[in-house]
């Protein structure tokens, strides 16, 4: 669903609230999320909903490219975020791969981890230690390590 879609039916779904009229049940799918982490580990932006455009699966539209995902992290986290890593596990290491243009498939799988360098930031050597890693989400970071 295109996230304008969906900000239509949020509008939508809040229309039964002073006049009366039951609230619409729309039963429309949950978006797929990321968190989005500085690179210190800290958490800037908890379940980001996902641009369509970035989705898994809608690679051929042509929207996923650097420039439009740093546009959109930087209006997410209201900074300029100008690098965009995605942790995978290679093996049973941990790794950070940067997207770049040459990235073919999403790495953002739902639950996804971000890391956001913002202003040209170093990104710290220990990042991976102090991300959320392991836990359900352990297989979304497994199909992006594929993408990568």
């Not at 295109?2 to 939508?12: G, I, N, P, R, T």
């Not at 006049?19 to 978006?31: K, R, V």
């Not at 209201?78 to 942790?87: C, D, I, L, Q, S």
Request: proline share 9%.
């Amino acid at each position: 669903m295109h996230s304008a879609a969906a900000a239509a039916a949020v509008v939508l779904a809040d229309r039964g609230e002073g006049d009366n009229e039951p609230p619409l049940n729309l039963n429309l799918p949950p978006l797929p999320c990321v968190d989005v982490h500085d690179p210190q580990g800290r958490s800037l932006a908890a379940r980001l909903p996902l641009p369509r455009n970035f989705q898994p699966g809608e690679e051929a539209r042509k929207g996923l490219n650097e420039r439009s995902v740093l546009r959109w992290l930087s209006r997410a986290v209201e900074r300029k975020v100008t690098a965009v890593y995605v942790p995978y596990k290679f093996q049973s290491e941990w790794r950070l791969a940067r997207l770049s243009d040459a990235t073919e498939a999403s790495p953002f799988a739902d639950g996804a981890i971000v890391v956001v360098c913002t202003d040209s930031e170093a990104l710290d050597p220990d990042i991976l230690s102090r991300l959320p890693l392991s836990g359900p989400s352990e297989r979304a970071w497994g199909w992006a390590a594929s993408t990568l």
